[in-house]
Each structure stands twice: as C-alpha cells, then as structure tokens.
C-alpha cells in the first residue's frame, strides 16, 4: 500500500507539471526560448569580441594555453617532465608572447607563470595532435569538439526533460555561465559532465557496471568522482566498483605506457602548487575555502584550512544522512540523493571552480521536471542559469581587458557560488521533508 501511494503522489504531481507547462502561454514559451536563444549568441560574440581585442590565451583559451604548453614537453620527449613547470614556463610563454595582445602581460616579472595541470599524464598524451596545429586553429578546433560534446549533452537533457520544450532546455544548458565559461576557458568540464550524466543514467536504468565505467572516468579530475566512489563502496555496490576500477586502469595503464614511471611517479606533484590555502585565486571558487575567505579574508593559513576541512566535513555528514537505508536507484528520491552528492562535491572539494557547476546538469534537470519542488527552486536555478553569464559578459568599458575580464569573472562566480550553497540547503532541506512525509505514509499503510 506504501508502494501506491507513493507512484500515485508521483504520478499527480507529474500529472500536474505537465498541465502546467503545457498551459503555458504562446508568448510565455517564445519568450524564454529567446532568453536562451540570447545567452548563446551573446557568448559567441563575447568570444569573437574577446579574440579581436586581447588575442588568445590570457583570458581566451586560457586553461587551454597550459594543456598545450604541458602536451608540447611530452611531445618533445621529456614525458617525465610534464609536470615541472620551469620545463613547461617557455612553451607557455611563446604562446602568450605570440597570439596575447593584452600589454598587461608584459608587465609580468614572475620567473614561472605557467600554472600547474593536475591531469594523468594520458590526457596531455591525448592532446598532442593537438600541438601539430598551429594554436589558434587548435584552440578553435578544441572549442568546436566541446560545442559539440555540449550539443550531445543538452540533447541528453532534453530527452529526459518530461514535458518541457527541448530546444529551450538545450539553448538554456548551452548559455549557462558554467558551459560558457568552460568554452571560453578551454577547460574539459563539459567532458566531465558527460561522464557524469551517463553514469547517473546508467545508475537509474540498472547497469551498474556500466555506470562504473562512467565513473571511473572522472579519475581525469579525481576530486569530482571521491564522493560518488565511497557512495559506492559504502553501499557494496561491487559491479559498479568493478567497473570504475576498470576505467582507472586503463587511464593509470594508459598513462604508464605514455609517460613511464617517472610521469606517473611525478603526478601527485601537479598537486602541491594547489594545496595552498590562498593559492589558485579563491574568490572565483564555489567552495567552503572561498566562503572562509570571504567571511574572514584576514585569517591565519592554519585557522582557514581547519575551518574549511570541518565545514567540508560536516558537508559529508549531511550527505551520509541523506544517504543512509537501502539502496534504490528507483526511487522517487534517487535523483535529488544524486544532486546533493554533486553539490557537496562542488562545495567540500578544496579546489573547485565555477565551471566545475556543469557536472550537475541531468540531475538537476531531472529533479526540476519531477514536479517535487516547488516554485524556489525555479526562481533560484533560474536566476544561477541566467544572470551569471550576462555579468561575465556585459558591462565591459574598453574591453575584456585582463583585468576588467577577472572582474566580472570574480563577480559572476561569486553569485553562482550563493546560487549552489542555496541549492544545497533548499533540496536538503525538502529532502528531509518527503522523508517525514513518508514515513507518515508508512505509518498509516501499517494501522490500515
């Protein structure tokens, strides 16, 4: 009887987000398809106005300048030295030196500015045709094949967006300030988010060892997966275990036979540039480190990394809550289980970046079209998606100067940042909710 009456609830308030949305004003559609039809013209000039004026490789294509510079030394034959960043500062440089025309960087006097690639070493391996390119037509060929990957992702996401207008939810997903923001920055988040999306569906249709796969692919970032691997040992989900160790051999395999021993020996030191507590500019991250900063930019090192190692971990006790009973990847719940994980991630991780926000896109858009939340969550996510990108994009004087461009960056990231954190409380908070609810329903199936 519990069963029932939970697929009943289920099925009026699916009943009801389709009655809504499909009483949806004409105009009221068009309009919001114009929204998002908008956000991604606006970053595409955003980008050819960026290359007009700065160049590539300052701020354009500026995560992609070190993953260049990075595949240029393995594919010189200093393999184990791929992670030295005095060896891969002078590939770096040419690149700036050769296609930045923002005179800011002229004025550079560090004796390193190159920063660090935290990446298995198969991944700069991968990117080495990449070097036989001139730059410029790389980094655009780079951009296409993640426009594309993003095209395939919003396809995903509008095909499991019940019954709302799918060209609105893949232009939507396309402008969002993390996909463009990944784009602009040549990062390989809309690569993650890919993997993430098939693991959560392959999670949902019962192939675990599949999923495990997906998985295991995020070890490309390692901190991305952490949470979602320990979810999995502690439940002793072992097929999907299985299967992210298959993945991770193959990268740790893959990344042996490109870079022998010493690459992989030398990896963890891609690391110790980005363990300091102010290190890698904080104020763009969406993290506890961040908030700590924020709050209290005078604190010791010691005090802030204390702090942020209890907020973080307090963060995995909240989810260990969440979390705690039987395993049910059908459950109505499973979903938001899957967005809090994610969310925590994004929060407790201590390096974490705006762009890392992209990894939640099938859970959240799964979530939004269940009909369990209400209208908050709309009004929330729906200004997270919007407003960001137009603060990284307009308002510029002269410019995306260097400095104007970190600017807006700093801002737009600052805002997402409050976004998630309310995120993270409001579905915890309703998730807590429908546990009471059923539980009452429980109680009531069994005096009946």
């Not at 510079?69 to 440089?93: E, F, H, T, W």
């Not at 390193?112 to 390119?133: D, E, M, S």
């Not at 495990?212 to 979810?231: D, E, M, Q, R, V």
Request: aromatic share 14%; hydrophobic share 50%; glycine share 10%.
């Amino acid at each position: 009887m519990q069963g029932a009456n939970v697929e009943n609830g289920m099925s009026a308030r699916k009943e009801n987000v389709e009655e809504s949305v499909k009483g949806l004003p004409v105009f009221h559609v068009w309009s919001l398809r114009a929204i998002a039809l908008g956000l991604v013209l606006g970053s595409l000039c955003f980008g050819w106005r960026s290359f007009q004026q700065t160049g590539l490789f300052l701020n354009l294509g500026t995560d992609y300048a070190l993953y260049l510079a990075q595949s240029k030394v393995m594919d010189s034959g200093a393999s184990s030295q791929i992670y030295d960043l005095s060896v891969a500062d002078r590939p770096y440089r040419e690149l700036l030196h050769s296609y930045n025309r923002d005179p800011v960087f002229q004025s550079w006097t560090a004796d390193i500015v190159v920063g660090p690639v935290p990446y298995p070493p198969i991944f700069a391996w991968a990117l080495r045709p990449f070097t036989w390119l001139s730059p410029p037509l790389s980094f655009a060929l780079w951009y296409c094949l993640n426009m594309a990957l993003a095209l395939v992702i919003g396809w995903r996401l509008a095909g499991h967006s019940g019954s709302w207008d799918r060209s609105t939810i893949m232009l939507l997903f396309l402008g969002s300030y993390p996909v463009v923001l990944n784009l602009y920055v040549g990062q390989i988040q809309i690569l993650l988010a890919w993997f993430v999306a098939e693991f959560y569906l392959a999670l949902r249709a019962g192939k675990e060892f599949q999923s495990g796969i997906w998985l295991g692919c995020l070890l490309l970032k390692p901190h991305y997966g952490l949470l979602l691997g320990l979810l999995l040992l502690w439940k002793q989900r072992w097929h999907a275990v299985f299967g992210a160790a298959t993945a991770g051999g193959v990268i740790v395999g893959g990344s042996l036979l490109a870079a022998g021993v010493g690459g992989v020996l030398a990896y963890p030191s891609a690391f110790s540039g980005m363990a300091q507590f102010r290190g890698d500019d904080p104020a763009i991250m969406i993290n506890w480190r961040s908030v700590t900063l924020d709050m209290y930019p005078s604190i010791y090192r010691k005090s802030g990394m204390l702090l942020t190692l209890a907020l973080a971990a307090a963060t995995l006790f909240l989810l260990a809550w969440v979390w705690r009973g039987q395993w049910n990847p059908q459950s109505a719940d499973f979903p938001v289980k899957i967005l809090l994980t994610l969310l925590g991630t994004l929060i407790a991780s201590f390096h974490s970046h705006s762009y890392g926000a992209v990894l939640l896109a099938m859970p959240l858009v799964v979530v939004l079209s269940s009909g369990q939340f209400g209208k908050p969550a709309w009004w929330v996510i729906g200004f997270g998606v919007v407003v960001p990108t137009l603060i990284l994009e307009l308002g510029y004087s002269e410019g995306p100067t260097n400095a104007e461009f970190h600017t807006h960056l700093m801002l737009a990231s600052q805002l997402l940042k409050m976004v998630l954190f309310a995120m993270f409380g409001y579905f915890y908070l309703r998730l807590r909710r429908l546990a009471v609810v059923e539980t009452d329903m429980t109680g009531m199936s069994k005096r009946v």
